[in-house]
């Protein structure tokens, strides 16, 4: 059976986990989303005992138009750090293009002293370049994302850990004597902050951050076998600067359409604009039985967490039918 347990350090959020599983629940606000509708959902999962409610960080609908309009995530975060209070809080991923790092650092650290402690920072190198030309944001080559995005990880996770003045030396971002204030109150993460997780199907630099830098590795919406082969070059990575493989926690996010029936799974797949045989293939999706299958498989390959991306906000009997139904037979 399932067992209800600790989330990170003590004290921290009860969480459902599936046998070694952890669910969680991740949105996409940019598809359309108030404030109210976040808030909701995040304490319908606390509710319920999911691990953490995660939210996208973009500023651009995505094939809709996102009405009401875009909402910044760590501003929403900070809001749910007030209304919440077990259930732990994240981005997958803010993009390291949108926020300089010492105003992000400053940020992430402020929400984590408002949720006492429950935030964790997904960051990316930023990828939707229309997002970039719709709101004045610079949106350089490849290449340079990933020199800024590996500077940006060294400069926010140096300013948390770094007692007294801080300075780093980069080509796009440099700090002289910080102070490195405010301090989070997560201080065990692998860098001394708030747990970071990092993602990406990039074969060299992308396993090469992970493992200097994050808790936390996540293949969203990813083949299965390609998650496990990219698996392997983010352990390998570890084991070049001696880190044990190990100390990084596994994890993949699927879109999520669960029904008691075959009927309850295709209406839920019409209302987010999916087939579900597709769902099937590429998701968490099914009957309860086919989804716990799933599941398994995840959690079989070493994988301990799974982000649960929930499309249609307003449908919060989906989360009561995975606590009730299928957490219960997935351990």
Known sequence: MAQRLRGWGEGRSPTWQAGAMELRIFTEPQQGATYDDLLRVAQEAERLGFGAFFRSDHYLGMGTPGLPGPSDAWITLAGL????????????????TFRHPGPLAISVANV????????????GAGWFEAEHQKYAIPFPPLGERF????????????????????????????????PGLPKPVQ???????PPVLIGGRGHQRTPALAAAYADEFNLPFVPFEDGLAQHDR??????????D????VYSAALVL???????????????IGREPDELRENGLAGTVEEVVDTIGRYRDSGQSRLYLQTL????????????????PLAG
């Not at 400069?155 to 910080?178: A, M």
């Not at 493989?245 to 990084?248: H, K, R």
């Not at 669960?258 to 797949?269: F, I, L």
């Open 312 to 327: 249609d906000l307003g449908d919060l009997d989906h989360l009561r039918l995975v606590a009730e139904q299928v957490v």
């Open 245 to 248: 493989p190990g100390s990084l």
């Open 187 to 193: 201080r065990d993460g692998h860098r001394g902050g």
């Open 81 to 96: 750090a007030r209304e919440t209070s077990t259930i732990r809080l994240g981005t997958m991923m803010t993009s390291a």
């Open 234 to 243: 983010v352990r390998a990575a570890c084991e070049a600067i001696d880190r």
């Open 112 to 123: 984590d002293q408002m949720s006492g402690g429950r935030v964790e920072l997904g960051l």
């Open 147 to 178: 020199d800024r995005f590996e500077e940006q990880l060294a400069v926010v996770t140096g300013l948390w850990s770094t007692e007294g003045g801080f300075t780093y030396e980069g080509r796009h971002h440099s700090v002289l004597d910080s």
């Open 257 to 271: 359409c669960v029904g008691e029936t075959d009927a309850e799974v295709a209406r839920r797949a019409a209302a």
